[in-house]
């Protein structure tokens, strides 16, 4: 008796997350585009006839969980690694062990958890020994794989994308969390369906959030004679603040400044303040944003509101000033402005069109009119010569051509009818007319 209360004691310490890891397919929650019936993973898994693959995706979907299940039903040996505690030396222990193995016609699948986080040197270990079937690679990664794989090694693997869990999901888990026996299924809880779905919706499509929250709550909850009731000030204090997905260097950084990005620019300043919202939760640099509004306003914006640069800019020097949180009002004045702004992206094509040219034509030299002659020997050479000064005339123009002789009639702006810049689309036409006709 003193021996299962040891164990029931160990039991509990470990976290709920952990207790409740399925052992088969038909116990995992979630993922039904790959493991649905029929679906290729599932069958790859059932039938034992695995490859080498990548689990992509955000925390708490299930990764590690899959690689547990093909534990359980593989008859190749299987050896989990983490790329957190492992380095060179472990990788080639393991790998030699393998290739032993392999000789005596045994299969080893490695799982590697983390895979992102081993350098190139140390992923490239892996190659020749999956390219000799050495192993089985099978590795998880909460990192775009393009990016943080080698491409060499990801060339020879099978990415499967798995996705945040829905909110039916992480219900349907919450709720066999309270059932099972390796939960709470002996300790008679009371909890609202409409708690259940608040820790849902604050685990934002994370098992392991969900499961962890709903133990803090019925840990925290009100013993009563027959079991324990998740009180709502309770509930409140366990959900009180979501931990956003939001890594500063990577994919996801870039996915929201692009959400951010486009939505301005589809004149969405709703979706636009979302965007920015999420990043600062997340725990972005205020800077940073401030930064990308002073780009916007002239890439996007440009000569149909030159205000915009403006207040782009005094908008960063406002979270110069201030920093967070104060500085968040002054980021959505900048960032509604910009998306209620017109458009015109006259300003960046005429950059990046002149840019081509200049990078792969030749370096032409200045037409010597438009060189300064502050020397006898620079005069004696006709620095100078010809320059006509616009001032001196009543229209302010002049028919001096002021690009290089063979790039005369070149054109880079293209001004819009948006916004101000209709004006001067119509001030350039008229320019452009004046020269023609004289």
Known sequence: MEQMSLFDQRQEMTPLASRLRPETLDGFVGQEHLLGPGKMLRQIIERDQISSMIFWGPPGVGKTTLASIIAGHTHAEFINFSAVTSGIKEIRAVM???ETSRRMGRKTVLFVDEIHRFNKAQQDAFLPYVERGSIILIGATTENPSFEINAALLSRCRVFVLKALTGENLVQLLQNALKSPKGFGGQNVRISEDQLRAIAAFANGDARTALNTLEMAVLNGEITGDGVLVTQEGMEQCISRKSLLYDKTGEEHYNLISALHKSMRNSDPDAAIYWMCRMLEGGENPLYIARRLIRFASEDVGMADSQALQVAVAAYQACHFLGMPECDVHLTHAVVYLAMAPKSNALYTACEACKRDVRTGQAEPVPLHLRNAPTRLMKELEYGKGYEYAHDTEEKLTHMECLP??????????????????????????????????
């Open 96 to 98: 030699e062990a393998a």
């Open 405 to 438: 002789e063979s790039m005369r009639g070149t054109t880079y702006y293209h001004p819009t009818r948006e916004g101000r810049e209709s004006e001067v689309r119509e001030r350039l036409d008229a320019i452009r007319r004046w020269k023609k006709e004289q």
